[in-house]
């Protein structure tokens, strides 16, 4: 199987600032990764996602980066504003059908 | 943009009331999931489905059944609710192709009294 674990289930950042959230996962064999946002009340939302032949992934403001040797994955965010707070989990996979979760970190940015 | 829709927000139920959840995607999506997310423990796979009338067990089955009878809509049955059922439903859907992600639709928070 697979264990997916987040490394802070708190973080707080000024705004402004980058944000740096990691995760880890358990099984080698997971070849497909993706970072979710979920906001309160509501369910999770797709920021950016990561396959295994790639050891970094750009998108609008995010950065993923992965790095398969310690099986450890981390979402960066630049210039973090209001807006970004949220709890943000990881998610791995090899097969497609089942997807792993890690618990969450829970962003908070000060104004 | 991908649409996954469940048919509440919010339920409250009582011990023993059989439950339904549904869950509508409209982007043609082969696979569809259910799962109950509480605090300290993640999402957790309850059940999911890769085609019209296939389903398959995910980790955490017990107290819990489902039924896809048509492509767009998934529905999660719990036959005689509990009060350890009380979570947070999310339903997700994906195309069934390589590195496709999953949506997921906003939630239903079920409280069994």
């Known amino acids: 199987g697979e264990s997916v674990g987040l490394h802070l289930p708190t973080l707080s950042v000024q705004e402004g600032d980058n944000s740096i959230i990691n995760c880890a996962y358990s099984?080698?064999?997971?070849?497909?990764f993706i970072w979710y946002k979920q906001e309160s009340g509501k369910g999770p939302q797709f920021i950016i996602d990561?396959?295994?032949?790639?050891d970094k992934r750009q998108g609008q403001r995010v950065t993923v980066l992965l790095n398969k040797t310690v099986k450890h994955l981390s979402l960066q965010i630049a210039a973090t504003q209001p807006g970004d707070s949220a709890v943000y989990f990881c998610?791995?996979?090899?097969?497609?059908?089942?997807?792993?979760f890690g618990t969450g970190t829970s962003l908070t940015v000060i104004p | 943009d991908v649409k996954v829709t469940q048919s509440s927000r919010y339920l409250v139920k009582r011990t023993g009331e059989k439950v339904f959840l549904e869950c509508v995607q409209d982007?043609?999506?082969?696979?569809m999931f259910w799962y109950r997310q509480d605090p300290g423990l993640g999402l957790r796979l309850i059940y999911f489905s890769y085609d019209v009338k296939m389903k398959e067990k995910g980790d955490i089955p017990e107290g819990y059944s489902v039924s896809r009878e048509k492509k767009e809509r998934f529905s999660l049955i719990l036959e005689s609710a509990s009060t350890n059922q009380t979570s947070m439903y999310l339903c997700?859907?994906?195309?069934?192709?390589?590195?496709?992600?999953?949506?997921f639709g906003p939630g239903t928070r079920l409280l069994v009294l």
């Open positions: 099984n080698s064999a997971s070849d497909y």
């Open positions: 990561i396959r295994s032949n790639m």
């Open positions: 982007m043609d999506h082969e696979n």
């Open positions: 997700a859907s994906r195309k069934r192709a390589l590195g496709e992600t999953q949506y």
């Open positions: 998610a791995a996979t090899n097969t497609g059908n089942q997807f792993y």
